[in-house]
């Protein structure tokens, strides 16, 4: 799984106004919140939030977040729960942090990379793709980018299912096994 390291500032000052100001100065107001504790109220560079949040989007990525309360580091590992933006200026507003264990199993959707030319293909047949996306589940470290699969060995009238996946170990399918994510169809001449 994708990871990125950013850092954050406890702060102290809550409120609309607050968050105005702080915004005006380059900074967007974010929380940290999850199992493990009471929730923190943070401030985060924007620039360097959003270049963060941009390089992670629509991917499967945790944050190590370094925050500094007054001298005080300590480093949270975390995914983005929510993202508010200006719906004019596309500015950040606020972001929501969600803080996870790398230790217990968590449950994603992993996106499909179907490779190769499948033999039914080159016999004339169409390939159809049912499933982009399938969920698994796993420790945090455990989850891939993606899946790839080879489509190569299909012929005519196969199909591949989701227990056909090749699953890294430490990785268990959620999705239903009997699932179809690509099939070839077409008929022999």
Known sequence: ????????????????????????????????????????????????????????HRKNAFINLEID??????LRHVITREIQTDPVQDNLLHADFYEVSLDKPMEFQ?????????????????????????????????????IEVDVAPLGLGAALTCKDLGLSEGVSLVSNPDTVCVSISGAAE
Do not use: F, W
């Not at 990871?3 to 702060?11: C, F, G, K, N, Y």
């Open 69 to 74: 309360d007054e001298g005080k580091k300590t």
């Open 1 to 56: 799984m994708l990871q990125i390291d950013m850092t954050a500032r406890v702060r102290k000052t809550v409120g609309k106004g607050a968050a105005r100001t702080m915004r005006r100065a380059g900074n967007t107001p974010a929380i940290i919140y999850g199992p493990q504790g009471t929730p923190i109220a943070l401030e985060c560079n924007t620039k360097e939030l959003t270049l963060g949040l941009l390089s992670i």
């Open 110 to 146: 992993v996106p499909l990379k179907y490779v190769g030319k499948a033999k039914g293909v080159v016999l004339g047949g169409d390939m159809t793709i049912a499933r982009n996306k399938v969920a698994v589940s796993g420790k945090l470290l455990d989850i891939p980018d993606l």
